[in-house]
């Protein structure tokens, strides 16, 4: 009878082999000292290893399907089973398959034909090896799992402020910076080896320190989170910030800093636009209403057409607007759809040209087209011709609206590959510098405009620049305060996959 040490008897082994007679002498050598388990392939060996990890692995090599390394290296990739010792088998007794063998992760090597003795003794020096310190290695994997998590915990953490743009600081009870995030040294109130131990007293002035000041008390002490908004000047122009104060310990509380300028001015703008709209629609409504009134009150012919004239113009501003309104909601929803066809764009602008002709008389404005084109050449591009229609009806509206009585419009047609341009030109007040970036902007109205009192939304050079776009166009505006404005349209000649 062998005696055994008591956790040899309740050692756990599983022999991972595709050659049944190898399993068969194995167990039989095995057996009698040990708890065996069989699996014929790499795969099965992995599920048996996976559901209950044994306490040593004899695994062969040469193996179909899945070979005893790539076994090896999904075992030891796993945190279940990477702790447990696997010893290699094969016939193969070279150096070089040693060495990969151990590479992979392997402790000790068997080659066959098997010798009981040597199996024995191989397995007995390992079992009782686990033996001593598997109490310890369990303490040490617990550890290295809290430690991992922990170190996983943080790097989520990490990448969570990395990925925010807002500035973070950490600010004690008394006003004083104890560190500081930030992804842009602007939204700072200092330098950045200045920030930290700083007092908010020495960074900010009196008033906006003590606001600080107040919030960072009432969060301390009530333990809810406190939001307040400030204005800073920032290269020459006036932002505003948003700061949101939580408490992160027992005397500190976390600010977090951002710059809401471009929310705050979109936010405006859009109560602009409703307020401009609601005027713009009442006002055709309230001329529509009194030349009905006029036609309905037996007026001479020469004053019935003064006063239908008027009233098809007031209709044809409305319609322009509600279009407009309703447009802009269909291309933030993704609504347009567009149709793209064969479109003659010298027709189309002669057509467009059509519906301005009163307008643009009425202020004796000069409304001219020309064509520079080569001989027996067609416009002729790939687009929708609603949507374009639009385009042209926007850009040919402004310019005679920014145009003063005895202006001149003209719009010029010309090739250019791989399509066409074209340009819009007026002699009206032009746009400021400061406002071409912003033109294009939803709801954006220039200075000038709004300081002459000119009607409009705001959203007509927003949906030109969303139908251009549409179309693989692109468009640009040019301009000089009191010299006119020059819009140029560029349409490529095909549609990709037209």
Not at 98 to 110: C, H
Not at 377 to 385: M, S, Y
Not at 458 to 474: M, Q
Request: proline content about 5%.
């Amino acid at each position: 009878m062998t005696n055994n040490p008591p956790t040899e008897s309740k050692a756990d082994i599983l022999i991972v082999d595709d050659t049944p007679e190898n399993l068969r002498l194995l167990n039989q050598i095995l057996s009698q000292h040990y708890k065996v388990r069989l699996a014929p392939s790499g795969t099965i060996g992995l599920v048996a290893a996976h559901s209950i990890p044994p306490d040593l692995i004899l695994l062969d090599i040469m193996m179909p399907g899945m070979n005893g390394y790539e076994v090896a290296a999904q075992l030891k990739a796993d945190r279940l089973t990477r702790d447990i010792p696997i010893v290699f088998m094969s016939a193969l007794d070279d150096t070089e398959s040693k060495v990969r063998g151990f590479q992979a992760g392997g402790i000790d090597y068997v080659t066959k034909p098997f010798q009981e003795m040597e199996v024995l003794a191989r397995v007995r020096t390992h079992i009782s090896n686990r033996s001593l310190y598997k109490q310890a290695q369990v303490e040490i994997v617990e550890r290295r799992r809290a430690e991992g998590d922990l170190r996983e915990s943080e790097s989520r953490l990490q990448a969570l402020l990395s990925a925010v743009p807002d500035t973070m600081y950490r600010i004690r009870r008394d006003g004083v910076f104890l560190d500081f995030k930030t992804s842009s040294n602007e939204l700072l109130f200092a330098p950045p080896d200045q920030v930290v131990g700083a007092s908010l007293k020495n960074l900010l002035e009196e008033p906006l320190a003590n606001q600080f000041i107040d919030c960072i008390e009432h969060v301390l002490d009530s333990k809810e989170m406190q939001t307040m908004e400030y204005k800073l000047k920032r290269d020459d122009s006036s932002r505003i910030f948003e700061a949101r104060f939580k408490d992160s310990g027992t005397n500190e509380v976390t600010v977090i800093i951002r710059d809401i300028s471009a929310w705050a001015r979109l936010e405006q703008m859009k109560s602009d636009f409703i307020n401009r709209a609601s005027h713009e629609l009442r006002t055709p409504i309230a001329t529509m209403l009194l030349m009905i009134n006029l036609i309905e009150s037996d007026p001479t012919p020469d004053e019935y057409r003064q006063y239908w004239d008027v009233l098809k113009t007031e209709i044809h501003n409305e319609h322009m607007l509600v279009e407009n309104l309703l447009n802009v909601g269909r291309m933030e929803s993704g609504q347009i759809r567009l149709h793209f066809g064969a479109v003659n764009l010298n027709k189309l602008l002669n057509k467009v040209m059509d519906q301005f002709a009163i307008p643009a008389r009425e202020k004796n404005i000069s409304l001219t087209l020309q064509a520079s084109l080569a001989p027996g050449r067609d416009a002729v591009a790939q687009a929708d011709e609603t949507a374009l229609t639009q385009v042209f009806v926007n850009l040919l509206g402004n310019a005679v609206k920014f145009t003063p009585a005895d202006g001149r419009v003209n719009l010029l047609l010309k090739e250019k590959a791989p399509g066409f341009e074209v340009s819009v030109s007026d002699s009206g007040m032009g746009i400021l510098s400061e406002d071409l970036p912003l033109l294009f902007t939803r709801f954006f109205r220039g200075s000038n405009a709004i300081e002459n009192e000119i009607p409009g939304t705001g959203i007509g050079l927003f949906i030109v620049k969303s139908i251009v776009d549409r179309h693989n166009g692109s468009i640009r505006a040019h301009s000089e305060a009191g010299k006119g404005s020059r819009f140029d349209v560029w349409l490529p000649l095909q549609q990709p996959g037209q």
